[in-house]
């Protein structure tokens, strides 16, 4: 029955055609994206050794990303890293969250879609009575079947800037979905770097450990034999006992970066072992930056910046309509009849009603609310200027940060190999007895504090190039979002079918 009222009211395709012919009045401004200044070209990447040998690992894809899409981490040649991070998208909690919130923002703009259409109620009302006349009873039936519509015309684009805001609110869950992606692949590429320092560490602290015993096993041996005095042999010891220790809280480090990498792919701690290893590159690819504006487009956080400025600003549009009068259509359909069926046009009546509902005083309540809505769409741009300011901070930091760790890794790697040397001949010598065992000792030290801090400054170097990676967008770009036209698209409702109506009133169409 609800389906023979909207067929007899509107006709087939009539609504369609209705929704369409309203498009054009629309409340509240249009949606026009903001024209920012940025600047030519970032500064850090003007040096001469900004990014050495970029064009070998990196190739231009599209005019708005040069990095590699999809996997990312292909640049550093890892195949373990990346059996990794190909696990974050299928298991990562965080991830799965964001993409939760995502479908959620879909079914919120359908649900506001839902508003264009009328809602349309059916009742079933049989009785039966008895009466009883001279002594006498009798017995009736009666049904009656009665279907209800309500339409509120959407004539000032109340709904659809509603329908409008809600696509933009979904393409920022898609943007935020695609920045959880990102930020757990960067969080586990950067655990996995550091562990792999660590694993690089505990190599060398165990190589030097072999010398440090050695040397204590021979001052062991003079001193017994009494050639030696028990304060050069006590040193020893204690450098190699100082020296398990650190070993100790590298391992230790290590563990924990082995337990965040096992979160961010969704497993427990207890689930993943990654065996030790020593890099497979000691050297991190060139990154090239790109142009700034091309940062506009390869910045999920940004895109979904700037999503929430369509959203706010079709919010302004629903506060405008608020003003204008609400106009409805009420028309109705019942059939009433007694036994015997079948019910025929005869019992057939309907009514067509209409309304226009206009606020005339609220206190202020809908100047409060659209002035409450320009306000927050001024705070959505103030957010947005602020995300693509850090989004040039960031790049702009990490640029420098691997020209400047570049060199120094350079400069700590040839003073290990002096190192080195030192600690073979300070040894000599002392065999022969021309410098006192401190001298060896603090040779030695020298030699394993410069290998620390080799190595932790090509950490910092890998650290820096994945941040840039991420700060770059990882080879996502805006053009991944999906369409705000096709998220806002209205498709036809979808009407009960007659399986789920009572079967008397299937009887009673």
């Known amino acids: ?27 509240g401004p249009d949606y026009a994206r903001p024209t920012d200044v940025v600047p030519v070209k970032f500064k850090e990447s003007d040096h001469k050794s900004a990014a050495p040998g970029a064009r070998e690992r990196w190739k231009p894809i599209s005019p708005l990303d040069v ?11 890892d195949g373990e890293l990346g059996k990794l991070l190909a696990q974050v998208e299928i298991s990562n909690q965080t991830v799965a969250a964001a993409a939760a919130a995502y479908d959620q923002s879909r079914q919120l703009v359908r649900e506001g879609q839902a508003g264009l259409f009328p809602t349309v109620t059916t009742s079933y009302a049989p009785s039966r009575n008895r009466s009883v006349s001279s002594g006498s009873a009798a017995y009736a039936s009666n049904v009656s079947v009665a279907t209800n519509l309500n339409w509120e015309i959407d004539v000032w684009g109340r709904i659809r800037r509603t329908v409008e805001a809600d696509a933009a609110a979904a393409q920022v869950s898609a943007a935020d979905l695609a920045n959880a992606k990102l930020s757990a692949q960067i969080q586990l590429a950067i655990a996995y770097f550091n562990l792999r320092t660590s694993d690089e560490l505990l190599a060398s602290i165990e ?29 020893a010891d204690n450098q190699v006992l100082s020296t398990e220790a650190t ?25 993943l072992s990654i065996r030790k290893r020593r890099w497979a590159s000691r050297t991190p690819p060139a990154v090239p930056a790109g142009l700034p504006s091309e940062l506009l487009e390869r910045r999920p956080d940004i895109a979904a910046a ?95 940060a691997i020209r400047a760790l570049s060199a120094q890794v350079k400069r700590l790697d040839r003073a290990v190999v002096e190192a080195r040397e030192a600690v073979d001949v300070y040894f000599n010598q002392y065999r022969v007895g021309t410098v006192a065992f401190t001298s060896v000792v603090t040779a030695q030290a020298t030699l394993l504090s410069s290998i620390e801090s080799a190595l932790t400054a090509r950490q910092n170097l890998f650290v820096a190039t994945v941040n840039l990676i991420g700060a770059l967008g990882g080879g996502w770009d805006a053009s991944r979002l999906p369409a705000i036209d096709a998220l806002s698209a209205i498709e036809p409702p979808l009407p009960v079918p007659a399986s789920a109506l009572p079967a008397a009133l299937e009887a009673a169409q």
Not at 217 to 227: F, R, V
Not at 248 to 269: C, F, K
């Open 247 to 271: 070993a100790l809280n590298v391992g230790l480090q290590r563990a924990q970066y082995e337990h965040a990498i096992a979160v961010l792919i969704g497993r427990s701690p207890s689930e």
């Open 67 to 77: 990095a590699d899409r999809g996997e990312w981490w292909r640049v550093f040649a």
């Open 306 to 400: 700037e999503r929430q400025l369509q959203q706010q600003n079709a919010l302004i549009g629903v506060a405008i309509a608020n003003f204008y009068p609400r106009i409805s259509l009420s028309p109705a359909l019942s059939f009433a009849a007694a036994k015997p069926w079948p019910v025929t046009a005869a019992h057939e009546a309907w009514s067509l009603a209409g309304s226009a509902t206009q606020i005339l005083f609220d206190g202020g309540l809908l100047d409060a609310q659209h002035k409450a809505a320009e306000a927050s769409y001024r705070q959505a741009v103030a957010t947005y200027r602020q995300t693509v300011l850090t989004a040039f901070q960031q790049v702009e930091d990490d640029v420098a």
């Open 207 to 235: 190589s030097t450990l072999v010398q440090f015993r050695r040397t204590r096993d021979i001052l062991k041996n003079q001193y017994t034999i009494g050639t030696t005095s028990r304060a050069d042999f006590v040193t």
């Open 1 to 27: 029955m609800a389906q023979r009222l909207w067929r007899r009211l509107v006709g087939a395709g009539s609504a369609g055609a209705l929704i369409a012919s309203l498009a054009g009045c629309m409340a």
